[in-house]
């Protein structure tokens, strides 16, 4: 599975920006996630979605992100509102299945204060 991530770039605290993931191919059965890695730090999980839509959020994120799936497009999308500073990070899109994972190439976002 191939993985194309878009969306992300600047925005001032308080503002909001959308990250899209688009997968080459049938996702349906799989968790689709979004990460990040911010500098000097280790990658940690943002949001994920289960194939029946159960959701998971991280705690410095919940109630400001929202993570869908559009099965029929092969996408997953990660809305982020009411962005601080501290979200700044290069967003990554996995998809995983058991033993199978597979990332994209990551995507950018800065939130200046």
């Known amino acids: 599975v191939q993985l194309q991530a878009s969306g992300g770039g600047l925005v001032q605290a308080g503002g909001s920006l959308r990250v899209s993931c688009a997968a080459s191919r049938s996702s349906s059965s799989y968790f689709m996630g979004w990460y990040r890695q911010a500098p000097g730090k280790q990658r940690e999980l943002v949001a994920s979605i289960s194939p029946g839509g159960s959701t998971n959020y991280a705690d410095s994120v919940k109630g400001r992100f929202t993570i869908s799936r559009d099965n029929r497009k092969n996408m997953v999308t990660l809305q982020m509102n009411s962005l601080k500073p501290e979200d700044t990070a290069v967003y990554y899109c996995?998809?995983?299945?058991?033993?199978?994972?597979?990332w994209g190439q990551g995507t950018l976002v800065t939130v200046s204060s």
């Open positions: 996995n998809v995983a299945r058991g033993v199978l994972s597979y």
